[in-house]
């Protein structure tokens, strides 16, 4: 899929939020990822604040994602050893930010822990998804997903 603006996880680290959310809205939902993405937290802070709390939060909380080849549900890998836990649904629908389509991560069934939680990801690059998290209908944080074995 081409981007008209081809834009990589370490772009998106020094981005403030405001410049995340016109890009969430601007990009296309892409295809539902495959395989394992690296996850990265964007508080849409400074830059420095930005990059200090993806590498904690990589490293004690939360790696990523993993989707199933089916493409309908994935698997978080939290704690420091990656472990594959909170499991979600994977659908398209209409995003919470806008109405347009986009893909939804939806914990509401599938989790204890977080069925209060709904992700929304869109595609900003090769390989590269934006997502926002929703606790509720709130809007709480925004993360980037990087699948390393995108096609090309």
């Known amino acids: 899929m081409s981007h008209a603006t081809d834009i990589g996880a370490d772009r998106l680290l020094d981005m403030p939020q405001p410049e995340l959310d016109r890009l969430f809205r601007a990009s296309p939902p892409g295809d539902i ?3 394992r993405g690296l996850g990265t937290v964007l508080l849409g802070r ?10 904690l939060t990589r490293r004690l909380a939360w790696q990523g ?3 199933e080849p089916g493409g309908r549900e ?14 979600a649904r994977v659908y398209r629908d209409s995003s ?3 109405d347009g389509a986009c893909i939804v ?3 509401s069934r599938t ?11 869109r595609s900003v690059g090769q390989g590269v998804y934006l997502g926002n998290v929703y606790w509720g209908r709130r809007k709480v ?8 074995d995108a096609p090309t």
Do not use: C, Q
């Not at 994935?74 to 499991?87: E, M, Q, S």
């Not at 989790?111 to 990801?121: K, M, P, Q, T």
């Open 111 to 121: 989790s204890l822990v977080a069925h209060w939680i709904r992700d929304e990801i």
């Open 74 to 87: 994935l698997r978080n890998l939290v704690t420091p050893f990656g472990i594959r836990a909170v499991r």
């Open 141 to 148: 944080l925004d993360f980037s997903l990087t699948f390393r």
């Open 33 to 35: 990822p495959r395989g």
């Open 46 to 55: 400074s830059p420095r604040m930005n990059a200090v709390a993806a590498v």
């Open 105 to 107: 991560l939806d914990y």
């Open 96 to 98: 919470w930010s806008d």
């Open 65 to 67: 994602k993993v989707f």
